[in-house]
């Protein structure tokens, strides 16, 4: 099969191009995967944790409330205590759609029931003069229930410690994948545009000595490249053309015999000598002009 120069040059940029959408699709594929691994550590463990602890706050703070109101003899702040219930609930009801973990389901359903509990426990205290019986047991109950809390945030934690660590482990695989390809796929590149810059580099070469040769009146010089390509159309239209001037110039690798000739007829006339001179000079002049005219419009 037949394959121009232009035809090979598309063809060795067109493989570099698939060179360079290999990398890329490879580099887009590490970097998606480790993104959604990192997207699961924020979103699956990371909110589960902030929820735990806001969940945890709000508890604080309306067990706060009570023992001062407690110590002081006054009734606690419904208001104050309210709003921080309404922040436990939210959170809560954002935990419960955030399971991730397994056994995160049971934890979360004993929460539940240790803020159902807890709230209980508030609304009897809601009277003057608590009984100090009621308060101990509220205060178990926060006790327990910050035990959950903690144990919903240490259970998350550890997930994030564990999905970071093989978030790094996929970080360090896709690092040395990415080398070994990108090293592989350097290597194939320089090979190719070595190869090709020395297989033009190498026909220039010898078609500009070709041509010096030619200028310099040696008619013997020749051409010969392999292929098929338009260099080995050149080197046959180059040997043509070397061919044709030897031949006009009385023999390969001869010099003039027209002088000599002139010489051994003591009778010939200098002018038309002359004349005659020029007019072969010309007409190798014109042969010139056809070859290269051919090579300049070859495609």
Do not use: C, W
Request: aromatic residues 12%; without cysteine; glycine residues 6%.
């Amino acid at each position: 099969m037949k394959l121009s120069i232009r035809t090979k040059f598309t063809l060795g940029m067109v493989f570099i191009f698939i060179i360079i959408l290999v990398l890329l699709g490879f580099s887009a594929f590490y970097l998606n995967k480790l993104s959604n691994k990192t997207s699961a550590i924020l979103k699956e463990n990371y909110l589960s944790v902030v929820y735990a602890r806001e969940m945890s706050e709000g508890l604080m703070n309306i067990n706060k409330e009570m023992i001062n109101s407690f110590l002081t003899n006054k009734v606690p702040d419904s208001l104050y205590i309210h709003k921080e219930f309404d922040v436990i609930d939210q959170s809560y009801q954002l935990e419960k759609n955030n399971l991730t973990e397994p056994g995160e389901d049971k934890l979360v359903a004993g929460i539940e029931t240790g803020i159902k509990e807890y709230r209980e426990s508030y609304r009897q205290m809601m009277v003057p003069h608590v009984q100090a019986d009621n308060v101990l047991l509220q205060q178990k109950k926060f006790n327990l229930l910050q035990e959950q809390l903690l144990a919903l945030s240490q259970m998350n934690g550890k997930a994030i410690e564990v999905k970071t660590d093989d978030a790094k482990l996929s970080s360090k695989d896709a690092l040395t994948g990415m080398t070994i390809l990108g090293s592989f796929s350097f290597l194939i590149a320089l090979s190719f545009i070595y190869s090709f810059a020395s297989y033009f580099n190498e026909r220039f070469f010898q078609l500009y000595n070709g041509i010096k040769e030619i200028v310099s009146s040696n008619y013997g010089q020749r051409l010969y490249f392999d292929g098929i390509d338009e260099f080995y159309e050149i080197s046959l239209l180059f040997n043509q053309m070397a061919e044709k001037l030897s031949v006009s110039q009385g023999g390969e690798g001869k010099p003039t015999e027209y002088f000599k000739d002139f010489e051994d007829d003591g009778s010939y006339n200098e002018v038309d000598e002359l004349k005659d001179v020029l007019s072969r000079m010309k007409s190798i002049e014109k042969q010139a002009e056809e070859v290269i005219s051919r090579i300049e419009n070859k495609k």
